[in-house]
């Protein structure tokens, strides 16, 4: 089980927070804008890294927040945490074969 | 004769404290400090089990958790525990275990024939044969299981109760021997707050065997003894005997598994049986220590041929003679300590049998100065002995090791102690994800690169010897200490001195060479638990297998309850051979929690019966109780289901129930809706965003229903919201979804529209909602109230209004869920209790009825109103239940693009459908799938779902909502319900309104 440091609460258990899959996917501004695949894209499509990922997580048993985190999904360290619609931190590639 | 095998002295036993207990239904007597295994031995009893796949007669092979054979059902029914080892178990009077694994008796057992036809079952035996056809599986499975047996799960529920806790600290030490200890010394003279668990009753680990070890010239012992006062008086420690950390988990979480009272007579009936510690430790320290590794050779699996350190626990901690005459196998220098402590306890060495070509080493010396025989550069090639070793065959050993030269010479003897060296206990280093390194001179895998805040010493790390053990101890809790935090200068005292005395040199001889080749004449035995033999493997490989994985999986090594402790290297090592590759390319299988069995209770907890789950319940719930109200669950809500009358049926009290309310007056408690205050300049905004109609134009005072998606266009929710102010919405939501729809508001708000000003709060539980509703609502509602309007006109349907309802401040919504005139009355939940009273009792005039959900679904049926999880299921959109009249066309909301996806506008998607039954009386079960025509047999074309169904007592006939394929253009159709049992029920496709379709009743 991970400890999570929540950016509002400081470190949690992972059983307080929920998962909200990759972050920076942005709701497109004009959906009827776009063709099915784009708009399939947005709603379906998301990475699955091997290495540092950007998800988002939720402090559904706290704060009730949202915010962003680094995670290497192969470590579970999570490198960082940042606000929603903040940038993701410079951090160091991690690449596995 | 009673304890024929103990010695008269020495060992850790109270002689004082002689224990009655049973096993195999005979009487024994052992003593307190003894396990089952050590009492067993005390009396002569060697033969404990039969092996899982042959039935072979089975011995104790260990002294601890890698014991294979020893495997005991205990106990009896409500208190039986299958899978226990004998080698763990502490003695308590009355103990009683059995034998498992064969029948009718551990003595003659009619499984046993499977060793005589042992050819038959090879590797891959259950998979070859009994997996086609895939019909017939449970069948074998059932009796394969039976034959095999693990042991047998008790049939009463468990009695005990098992806690959990949780436990912080900066440095958790795994292990209790030298290392541990000297680490949590360590650690705790920097002040670190320190947790150190051991699974045996007794700190000191390989120490409580040895006497002849000695730390600064005193016995070991001793210095143990003074380290756990030092411990002990320091509040920062917290030491756990009896304590297997058994799981390692992310982020340094260790699981850990205390056994509180099992080993006490009596038992306290205020303790847990066993106790979780969810540990979160800033650092963690393993010393876990090494377990000893079998020798594979032929018809290594004799009772009375055990491991050479288990012999010596037995000798020096349990002061029992394993046997009279021994002969020591080993491959390394280390089982010369066996050699040398039998003979010092009085049992006769017959032969000393040593694989390498000289007998290297200080314990070797030792043993040729004491006059031991010493067979160097031969091997066991054979044993004899039905139930019990008495008998092997030494050979001398070819050059290269791979065969034997000459023939066997016998050797009388009752035991076999065998070494093949000494594997780290490196289990929770590697699930903790830490990497392995092969070490080809100690013959093992050592710990790597940690891959959490993981420290390791001692035998785990591959120091064998005491001293070693020692240093590495005290730099590892030191190192963790600071890594924590802690100041550690000055922190140390003197390194206390010992004498390093490892097993090494050795000679790895993975497969000991037998007269016949291995699979013919004797079985070498690589996983004794699980039967698997070294031409199992030889098997797997020659049938394709190449992976260390596969070739667990397909021959099941290391696959037993015991994960294979004793012969895992082992097995990887015969691979390689056969490969001919490097042992460390073939690579380590994974180590997977738990380390050692873990008890369903404890994984339970108090987390059962009432604590399973939450349970909430209303403000009025006590008075339902009191109407004999029966319940149901709606997530953790319990709502009234009916409320029978003087013995009535379901059927009958759901009947008068919805006939109340269609003719005079029900009232239903509603306070388990979801309900969310929206405030803020912007939440006629966010309603139009998350829901799929336009909310700008709602006049405050008035009412709205909504349909929520989710992005992919499907339903999620529905629900009334009301305009109660300017910037001020109190939006319900359907029972089980509140939290859900909740989160999903918070979600867009924070992570998509963070400039919407929108605030949220849930306020389900601050309200008690009562529902009143019937043609008599109005009337009773009006001599409750003075300030609030209520003529159709003043408070029409879907709309709102404030004031004193029974003298309570209370909201009324004039809404209905039933088709009829409603009114819900929101007051704050403390008066809830005291409204409904005093709406029965005003009520009374009208034969005011309290009606359940069951009544509730009929008349809501009755209308067509759908229930979002029952006539939706995630992948129902607005259009396929004919809803379009609620999804706006001009501005955009959540789930809007999804719906203009090519396949939402397929003709045969499932719509939302009436269904009559052609025999009115026959109700249709709800999930009951529907077909064009049923054939004799599945599999038919389905075409869709009855999604509710129930009696309508106002129409005097079955009604059911379906969604079928096409359904709005198919209305007067007929489709067919397959039902279990053969009957089928023709229905006819109808509108889902039955009832009041122009809705004069609710508007009334
Ligand atoms: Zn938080």
Redesign the interface.
Known sequence: ???IPCPYCGPR?ETEF?Y?GEAHI??PKQ??A?G?EA??DY?FMTGNTKGVFLE?W?H?HGC???FNAARDTL??EVLAVYE??GKPPKLEKRSYV | MPQGFRLAEGGLIDRARPLGFRFNGRSYQGYAGDTLASALLANGVHLVARSYKYHRPRGIVSAGPEEPNALVQLGRDPRSDPNTRATQLELVEGLAARSQNCWPGVGFDVGALNGLVSRLLPAGFYYKTFKWPASLWMKYEYVIRHAAGLGRAPGERDPDIYDKTNAHCDVLIVGGGPAGLAAALAAARTGARVVLAEQDCQLGGALLDRPDETIDGKPALDWVAETLIELGRNPEVRILPRTTAFAYYDHNYLALVERVTDHLGEKPETLPRERLWKVRAHQVVLATGAIEQQLVFSDNDRPGIMLAGAGRTYLNRYAVKPGSRAVVFTNNDGAYGAALDLQKAGVSVAAVVDLRTAPEGPLSEQAEAAGLPILAEHAIVATRGAKRVGQVAVAPLGPEGDRITGDGEGVECDLVLCSGGWSPTVHLFSQSGGRLAWDELRGCFLPDTPAQATHVAGACNGAFGLAACLEQGLAAGETAAAAAGFETKGAGKAPPQATDRGFLPARWLRLVPSIEPAGRGGKHFVDQQNDVTVADIQLALREGYRSIEHVKRYTGTGMGTDQGKTGNVNAIGIVARELGRPLPEVGVTTFRPPYTPVTFGVFAGRDVDDLLDPVRKTAIHAWHERAGALFEDVGQWRRPWYYPQGGESMHRAVAREVEACRSSLGILDASTLGKIDIKGQDAAELLNRVYTNAWSKLETGRCRYGLMLGEDGMVMDDGVTARLGEHHYLMTTTTGNAAAVLGHLEEWLQTEWPELQVHLTSVTEQFATVSIAGPNARRLLGELTNDIKLTPKALPHMSFAEGAVAGIPARVFRISFTGECAYEINVPASYGMALWQTLIRAGEKYDITPYGTEAMHVLRAEKGYIIVGQETDGSVTPFDLGMDWIVSKKKDFVGKRSLARSDMAKSDRKQLVGLLTDNPQEVLPEGAQLVEKALDKPPMPMIGHVTSSYMSPNLGRSIALALVKGGRERHGQKVQAPLPGGHTAVCEIAGPVFFDPEGERLRG
């Open positions: 089980m991970l400890l258990e929920s909200g942005e709701r959906p009827e776009l099915d708009w399939a709603l988002r939720v559904s009730r927040r949202w470590t579970n929603m619609g």
